[in-house]
């Protein structure tokens, strides 16, 4: 009983600290109120948004983890580093901005994807909360949020069907 629970809160903490991953990368927003350019190294998608922040994120999250099995540990780590790098894919997916340094801080280049599907979302809420917001809402559910709920489901109708065949196995092993 006391193991499930502690597994329950395992979850709730990996899932706090996954979503916690997938938005720390625009912390980078405070640039903006520093004075720094957009276009700098630690502008707006600049070094917070590089594969070595999503794997130092991930490192960090992984501190928050009481886990001692090493499998588990770099499961986790996958997880918290795909929701940050997910973070960097999706806004080099959007059509505005100057794109994103993924070698930040090797190389500053700006990359896009070939494919922009995402409507960039203004940086001012003043303007976000116009007919534009709601273009990009509605990009947003078609191209991150509807994805994302598929995913959720296949992934939990997978566990189902493992622990069905666990229990079926159990049945028969008697
Ligand atoms: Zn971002």
Redesign the pocket.
């Known amino acids: 009983m006391s193991s499930t629970i502690s597994q329950k809160q395992q979850w709730l903490k990996v899932g706090i600290l996954t979503v916690f991953c997938s938005i720390a990368?625009?912390i980078d927003v405070i640039s903006f109120r520093l004075g720094i350019p957009y276009q700098h190294w630690l502008g707006h998608?600049g070094l917070s948004?590089s594969i070595i922040f999503a794997a130092l994120l991930g490192l960090i999250a992984l501190l928050f983890i009481s886990e001692k099995s090493v499998k588990r540990k770099c499961l986790y780590f996958c997880v918290f580093f795909a929701s940050g790098f997910l973070?960097?894919i999706l806004?080099a997916m959007t059509n505005g901005g100057l794109g994103v340094a993924f070698f930040s801080p090797f190389s500053d280049t700006r990359y896009f994807l070939p494919w922009q599907p995402i409507v960039v979302s203004p940086l001012s809420i003043r303007r976000f909360l116009t007919l534009r917001g709601w273009g990009v809402i509605k990009s947003e559910l078609i191209w991150v949020i509807l994805p994302s709920l598929c995913f959720m489901a296949m992934v939990a109708l997978y566990r189902s069907k493992k622990i069905l065949y666990r229990k079926y196995r159990g049945l028969i092993n008697r």
């Open positions: 990368p625009d998608r948004h973070h960097d806004d």
